[in-house]
Nanobody, 122 residues
Framework: QVQLVESGGGSVQTGGSLRLSCAAS????????MGWFRQAPGKEREFVAC????????YTTESVKGRFTISRDYGKNTMTLQMNSLKPEDTAVYYC???????????????WGQGTQVTVSS
């Protein structure tokens, strides 16, 4: 069993930065993918970025590429999402996920955090 806890959300103005963290308790298997998703009000949850735990390779959705960076502290089972140049359209609840989904960009992960709110004002 894996538990995920996100932190680091908050409110910033356009152009600001936030750093989200996802702390995982329990065993993160080398086969796992860990991902970040977000859900804006009235919209479906969407993929943001992910990392393959076995080798640290990453994939980031086009809309945040160049602004968001996913990284990890392997020894601490922690994944982070550095978000720069934030825009109002980045406003959402951000979720951390882990597991062995059929596709990394889909929502078929096994474990989810409770989410952390990110609000970007213009």
């Amino acid at each position: 069993q894996v538990q995920l806890v996100e932190s680091g959300g908050g409110s910033v103005q356009t152009g600001g930065s936030l750093r989200l963290s996802c702390a995982a308790s329990g065993r993160i298997e080398s086969s796992y993918v860990m991902g970040w998703f977000r859900q804006a009000p009235g919209k479906e949850r969407e993929f943001v970025a992910c990392m393959w735990w076995i080798d640290g390779s990453t994939y980031t959705t086009e809309s945040v590429k160049g602004r968001f960076t996913i990284s990890r502290d392997y020894g601490k089972n922690t994944m982070t999402l550095q978000m720069n140049s934030l825009k109002p359209e980045d406003t959402a609840v951000y979720y951390c996920a882990a597991g062995t989904p059929l596709t990394a960009v889909g929502d078929g992960y096994d474990y989810w955090g409770q989410g952390t709110q990110v609000t970007v004002s213009s």
